[in-house]
């Protein structure tokens, strides 16, 4: 069974930085693309960044790109989503998703639909 858990979020003033963490357990976390997806309150669930398996491509919403990074470490079975200059509009409940099935599920991918695990979020408040 899959597990995805994540840590890290809590209160961050304007302009500050935050480490988000993503724990994988239950499968070969090195064969799959893995991504973050964010949900404001009353929003929809929104596509943040996502990294390949192999960890040599990765994408990013516009929003995010330059001040946000994804990155992983295998060996810990961990994504991670460092966030810099952080806003009030990054403030809300983030998600770590894998891609284990589906075509080229190894690449990064955009659409929600296109990932098959969750995790249960973190909450990131970003204060003004």
């Known amino acids: 069974q899959v597990q995805l858990v994540e840590s890290g979020g809590g209160l961050v003033q304007s302009g500050g930085s935050l480490r988000l963490s993503c724990a994988a357990s239950?499968?070969?976390?090195?064969?799959?693309?893995m991504g973050w997806f964010r949900q404001a309150s009353g929003k929809e669930r929104r596509f943040v960044a996502s990294i390949s398996a192999s960890g040599s491509t990765t994408i990013y919403a516009g929003s995010v790109k330059g001040r946000f990074t994804i990155s992983r470490d295998d060996a810990k079975s961990t994504v991670y989503l460092q966030m810099k200059n952080v806003k009030p509009e990054d403030t809300a409940v983030y998600y770590c998703?894998?891609?284990?099935?589906?075509?080229?599920?190894?690449?990064?991918?955009?659409?929600?639909?296109?990932?098959?695990?969750w995790g249960q979020g973190t909450q990131v408040t970003v204060s003004s």
């Open positions: 239950g499968r070969t976390f090195s064969s799959y693309a």
């Open positions: 998703a894998d891609r284990r099935s589906g075509p080229f599920y190894y690449n990064p991918a955009t659409e929600a639909a296109q990932y098959d695990d």
